[in-house]
C-alpha cells in the first residue's frame, strides 16, 4: 500500500507518461526494481528495455503531474464516511488482488474506496460478476436483483460495475443479502474514485463504500469516457470467478465482460429469456456459444461446486422461477403482450381486464411496458 508521497509521486508519473503502458512499465519494473529507481535512469541505461520514444518521455516530468500528486494525496489522507478506507494499491503490495496480476494487461494503480481491508480475503474464488443491459426489462432488474442477493447470502461477493439498470440492481441485490461484516459487492468504474457516475446512484455507491469496494484504475478527475467502460470489463471478469450475464443485446458491453472472462479461463453463465425480447438476444447468444444457461441461484451455485446453503427451501425462494398461478396470470405467460390479446386470450371483457391488470400491477405482479403492453413478472 502507497505510504509515502514520493512513493504515490513516482507511480503516478510512470502511469502518467505518455506512450508507457502497463506491458513497458513491467519491463521497467522488472529491470531497475521500484518506480522511484526509473527516473534514476540514464537514456542508454532505458533504452535498454523500452523504445527510444518511451526513454525520451520518461525523462520529461507529465503535464498536470505535481497538481495530480497534491490531489491524490489529499484525497487519500481525507476524512470521509465514517468506516470507509481509502487505499491505492499497486503491483508490489501484498493488498493487491492477485487474481488481477493473472489477467493479461493488469492495471498499474488500483484506487480502492470503502472496506478496502476486505480486498485481502477475498480471492477470486469467493467473487461472482453480475452484469447485463442498461435498460433491463423490469423482470430482468428484478432477476438480477434475486440471483445477487440470493448468491451474496451463499457467501459470494457480487461484482459489477455500477452502471445503470442490471448493475445497479446486481449491486443492491447483494447488499441486501450479505451478512453483516462481510464484504458484499465490488463496484469497478470507468472514472475516478472522485466522482460517481452515473449521478443516480450517488446514495447507492456510498452504501457501497458501507459494505463493500468501489475500485477504479483511472486517476482523480477522469471524466466518464466512453473508452473505459469496456476496459474496465476486463477487471470486473479478473475479480470473479465466473460471470453471471443477466440481460444483454448482441451489441452489449456485458457481452465483452463475459468475452474477457472466457479469455481467462473463468466460467459464463447466462439466464435466458423470451425470444421476443431485443435484451435476451446476447444472452442467448452466449448459450449456444457453449455459456450454462441458469435458472435459478442454485443452478449457479451447482456449476461452480459452491456449497448450497438454500438446498431444504423451494427452488423458488432462492432462484426466479414461480409456481404456477391459475386465472389471468396464468393467460398472460411471460412474454410482453397487447391487451387486445390478452382479452382474446381470457374472454374477458375490457373493463374487467382493466381492473384486475391495475390490482395485478399494484401487486407487483404485472408491470406495463411502452406500447399498450403488459408483462408477468416472475416473483423472487
Same mark, same amino acid.
Given at each position: 500500500?502507497?505510504?509515502?508521497?514520493?512513493?504515490?509521486?513516482?507511480?503516478?508519473?510512470?502511469?502518467?507518461?505518455?506512450?508507457?503502458?502497463?506491458?513497458?512499465?513491467?519491463?521497467?519494473?522488472?529491470?531497475?526494481?521500484?518506480?522511484?529507481?526509473?527516473?534514476?535512469?540514464?537514456?542508454?541505461?532505458?533504452?535498454?528495455?523500452?523504445?527510444?520514444?518511451?526513454?525520451?518521455?520518461?525523462?520529461?516530468?507529465?503535464?498536470?503531474?505535481?497538481?495530480?500528486?497534491?490531489?491524490?494525496?489529499?484525497?487519500?489522507?481525507?476524512?470521509?464516511?465514517?468506516?470507509?478506507?481509502?487505499?491505492?494499491?499497486?503491483?508490489?503490495?501484498?493488498?493487491?488482488?492477485?487474481?488481477?496480476?493473472?489477467?493479461?494487461?493488469?492495471?498499474?494503480?488500483?484506487?480502492?474506496?470503502?472496506?478496502?481491508?476486505?480486498?485481502?480475503?477475498?480471492?477470486?474464488?469467493?467473487?461472482?460478476?453480475?452484469?447485463?443491459?442498461?435498460?433491463?426489462?423490469? !423482470?430482468?432488474?428484478?432477476?438480477?436483483?434475486?440471483?445477487?442477493?440470493?448468491?451474496?447470502?451463499?457467501?459470494?461477493?457480487?461484482?459489477?460495475?455500477?452502471?445503470?439498470?442490471?448493475?445497479?440492481?446486481?449491486?443492491?441485490?447483494?447488499?441486501?443479502?450479505? @451478512?453483516?461484516?462481510?464484504?458484499?459487492?465490488?463496484?469497478?468504474?470507468?472514472?475516478?474514485?472522485?466522482?460517481?457516475?452515473?449521478?443516480?446512484?450517488?446514495?447507492?455507491?456510498?452504501?457501497?463504500?458501507?459494505?463493500?469496494?468501489?475500485?477504479?484504475?483511472?486517476?482523480?478527475?477522469?471524466?466518464?469516457?466512453?473508452?473505459?467502460?469496456?476496459?474496465?470489463?476486463?477487471?470486473?471478469?479478473?475479480?470473479? !470467478?465466473?460471470?453471471?450475464?443477466?440481460?444483454?443485446?448482441?451489441?452489449?458491453?456485458?457481452?465483452?465482460?463475459? !468475452?474477457?472472462?472466457?479469455?481467462?479461463?473463468?466460467?459464463?453463465?447466462?439466464?435466458?429469456?423470451?425470444?421476443?425480447?431485443?435484451?435476451?438476444?446476447?444472452?442467448?447468444?452466449?448459450?449456444?456459444?457453449?455459456?450454462?444457461?441458469?435458472?435459478? @441461484?442454485?443452478?449457479?451455485?451447482?456449476?461452480?461446486?459452491?456449497?448450497?446453503?438454500?438446498?431444504?427451501?423451494?427452488?423458488?425462494?432462492?432462484?426466479?422461477?414461480?409456481?404456477?398461478?391459475?386465472?389471468?396470470?396464468?393467460?398472460?405467460?411471460?412474454?410482453?403482450?397487447?391487451?387486445?390479446?390478452?382479452?382474446?386470450?381470457?374472454?374477458?371483457?375490457?373493463?374487467?381486464? !382493466?381492473?384486475?391488470?391495475?390490482?395485478?400491477?399494484?401487486?407487483?405482479?404485472?408491470?406495463?411496458?411502452?406500447?399498450?403492453?403488459?408483462?408477468?413478472?416472475?416473483?423472487?
Amino acid at each position: 500500500m502507497i505510504t509515502s508521497q514520493d512513493e504515490l509521486g513516482a507511480w503516478l508519473r510512470l502511469s502518467l507518461t505518455e506512450g508507457v503502458g502497463n506491458d513497458a512499465t513491467r519491463r521497467l519494473l522488472a529491470a531497475f526494481g521500484l518506480p522511484t529507481a526509473v527516473f534514476d535512469q540514464s537514456d542508454s541505461a532505458l533504452r535498454q528495455v523500452v523504445s527510444a520514444r518511451q526513454a525520451r518521455a520518461l525523462q520529461q516530468e507529465p503535464e498536470a503531474w505535481h497538481s495530480l500528486l497534491n490531489d491524490t494525496w489529499a484525497w487519500l489522507h481525507a476524512s470521509g464516511l465514517p468506516g470507509v478506507q481509502r487505499a491505492i494499491l499497486t503491483w508490489g503490495d501484498s493488498d493487491f488482488p492477485p487474481c488481477l496480476l493473472d489477467i493479461p494487461d493488469p492495471p498499474m494503480i488500483l484506487y480502492a474506496l470503502g472496506q478496502t481491508d476486505g480486498l485481502r480475503q477475498r480471492a477470486s474464488a469467493s467473487c461472482i460478476a453480475v452484469v447485463g443491459s442498461r435498460n433491463p426489462t423490469p !423482470q430482468g432488474a428484478q432477476n438480477a436483483h434475486a440471483f445477487a442477493q440470493a448468491l451474496s447470502a451463499a457467501g459470494l461477493t457480487v461484482v459489477s460495475g455500477l452502471a445503470l439498470g442490471i448493475d445497479g440492481a446486481a449491486h443492491e441485490g447483494a447488499l441486501s443479502g450479505a @451478512a453483516p461484516a462481510t464484504l458484499a459487492t465490488i463496484a469497478v468504474v470507468g472514472t475516478g474514485l472522485d466522482r460517481v457516475y452515473p449521478k443516480h446512484h450517488l446514495a447507492l455507491a456510498h452504501r457501497i463504500a458501507q459494505q463493500g469496494v468501489i475500485l477504479s484504475e483511472y486517476p482523480l478527475g477522469t471524466p466518464p469516457l466512453n473508452a473505459n467502460f469496456p476496459k474496465r470489463n476486463r477487471l470486473i471478469a479478473g475479480l470473479s !470467478q465466473a460471470t453471471l450475464v443477466v440481460e444483454a443485446a448482441l451489441q452489449s458491453g456485458s457481452l465483452i465482460t463475459a !468475452q474477457e472472462a472466457l479469455e481467462q479461463g473463468k466460467e459464463v453463465l447466462a439466464i435466458p429469456g423470451s425470444i421476443h425480447s431485443t435484451q435476451s438476444k446476447g444472452c442467448h447468444a452466449l448459450i449456444k456459444q457453449g455459456a450454462k444457461l441458469v435458472e435459478s @441461484a442454485q443452478d449457479v451455485l451447482e456449476e461452480l461446486r459452491l456449497p448450497d446453503p438454500f438446498k431444504s427451501q423451494p427452488r423458488s425462494d432462492t432462484g426466479v422461477i414461480p409456481e404456477k398461478e391459475p386465472g389471468l396470470l396464468a393467460s398472460m405467460g411471460f412474454d410482453p403482450v397487447h391487451l387486445d390479446a390478452l382479452q382474446a386470450r381470457c374472454g374477458l371483457d375490457t373493463a374487467s381486464l !382493466q381492473t384486475q391488470l391495475l390490482d395485478l400491477e399494484l401487486d407487483g405482479k404485472v408491470t406495463r411496458l411502452p406500447g399498450g403492453l403488459f408483462q408477468r413478472m416472475a416473483r423472487s
